[in-house]
């Protein structure tokens, strides 16, 4: 008589690639963060936004955003060819669809940087993406790297703090949040959650963040731990 291994047979592994997205408030060093990740993973493919703001210095067009203007912004909207877009400090922001769904269909990971309203879209017309909250190591370092960059005026400065008060609450409604301690750890603990392997430095993330939001009030059951294999529960 054949053994049967009822409950231990396992889970063929999801290979399919997901779509990440890593938001969180500005400032917090999200776009330092796709900077290294472009240097030092190629292997993972970052969406290129359009965006209705002028570039800043050192900013290429079709490399860092595509630089449009507004009746262009319009057009994309219009034509559905934005993923999700969203208005940040006066300026409109979105990612081209096409690109992306491409990447995704040729089984490339595909990581998208962008604002919670945005993520928010994601989330609600790609269920299996995979949400990623950037937090700083505290209100008052991300206060101190948002005034310290001194490329803003000072009321576009004031509506971003505004804006980044109001996503650190949002935190609870994202998968995973990493705290931003280096760049170099947040892009390996990334890269980790890109090719799902479990990495046990992500538990160092989430308690912070966890102890002093109380209880997760997220969407039930999107949430992943990454416990290591011996912390699991059998
Ligand atoms: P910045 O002007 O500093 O480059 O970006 C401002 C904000 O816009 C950041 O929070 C950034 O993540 C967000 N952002 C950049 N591209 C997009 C996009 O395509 N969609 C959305 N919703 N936000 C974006």
Redesign the pocket.
Known sequence: MAATFRGTTPEPPDVRPRLTVL?G??GVG??TVVAHMRKEHPEVWL?V???T?RPRPGERHGVH?FFVTDDEMDKLIANGELL???E??G?R???PRAAVLERLENGEPVL????L???R?VRASMSDAQLVFLAPPSWEELVRRLTGRGTEPAEVLERRLATAREELAAAAEFEVTLVNTSVQDVCRQLVALIENCDDRSLNFALPVWKAERGRHSGPPGRRRHHQPADRRAP
């Open positions: 938001s408030p500005s999200k776009s969406s936004s359009a965006t703001r955003y999700e877009w969203a940040f400090a300026n922001y979105g990612t998208l940087e962008i604002d309203q945005g993520a879209q």
